[in-house]
């Protein structure tokens, strides 16, 4: 069956560094990617892994390991607007399936 | 970027309804779209995918009558919550696919707030 962990809220001060781990169970596994909402608006892309490895973009890096079915999602310099949830989720074909998401709340 | 609208943006009706959703992909095409549906604080739950010019693939549990949706075109995707209940009120999300990149990003809609009195 599918399956897929990420904590469900992660508390961290401006400033600081969080990473956001995610582990899935799924069939059909092209990659992982990485999605950002902030209340009441629509998710918007942050990364996508196909392979192993760490990927960087700016204050974001997102990392996967296919062989231990896991993945993480670090976020660098944390600012007030990084406070919204996270949503890890795995690409099989064109589909993705979210998980419960990690909400991050950034305290000054 | 690629960009996806949706309208309305929030609906109230009255129980027994129905109420249509439509979803475009603004300045590409879109071969597949996809509908979710989000309680407040929960996951994204897929309800179907919709591909141009075939029926749409619901996802178990998902009522085909209920949540009829149309693809007529490249650019547009429709649902509509028919005879619609207090528990149908909910945040309607659809997605659009986008093939430009490598990545098979999905390219969200700002959603649909349904509230069903």
């Known amino acids: 069956g599918q399956s897929l962990e990420q904590p469900s809220e992660v508390t961290a001060v401006e400033g600081a560094i969080v990473q956001i781990n995610c582990t899935y169970q799924t069939s059909g596994f092209y990659g992982l990617s990485w999605y950002q909402q902030h209340d009441g608006g629509a998710p918007t892309f942050l990364s996508y892994?196909?392979?192993?490895g760490l990927e960087e973009t700016g204050r974001f890096s997102s990392f996967l390991s296919r062989s231990d079915s896991y993945g993480y999602l670090l976020l660098q310099e944390l600012q007030m607007k990084d406070s919204a949830s996270y949503f890890c989720?795995?690409?099989?074909?064109?589909?993705?399936?979210f998980g419960g998401g990690t909400r991050l709340m950034v305290k000054p | 970027g690629a960009v996806v609208s949706q309208h309305p943006s929030r609906v109230i009706c009255k129980s027994g309804t129905s109420v249509k959703i439509e979803c475009r992909s603004l300045?590409?095409?879109?071969?597949?779209m996809f509908w979710y549906r989000q309680f407040p604080k929960k996951s994204l739950m897929l309800m179907a995918t919709s591909n141009e010019g075939s029926k749409a693939t619901y996802e178990q549990g998902v009522e085909k009558d209920k949540f009829l949706i149309n693809h007529a075109s490249l650019t547009l995707s429709t649902l509509t919550v028919t005879s619609a209940h207090p528990e149908d009120s909910s945040f309607y999300i659809c997605?659009?696919?986008?093939?430009?990149?490598?990545?098979?990003?999905?390219?969200f809609g700002p959603g649909t707030r349904l509230t069903v009195l």
């Open positions: 300045d590409f095409q879109a071969t597949t």
């Open positions: 997605s659009a696919d986008s093939l430009a990149g490598a990545y098979n990003e999905q390219f």
């Open positions: 892994n196909a392979l192993d």
């Open positions: 989720a795995p690409n099989a074909g064109n589909m993705l399936t």
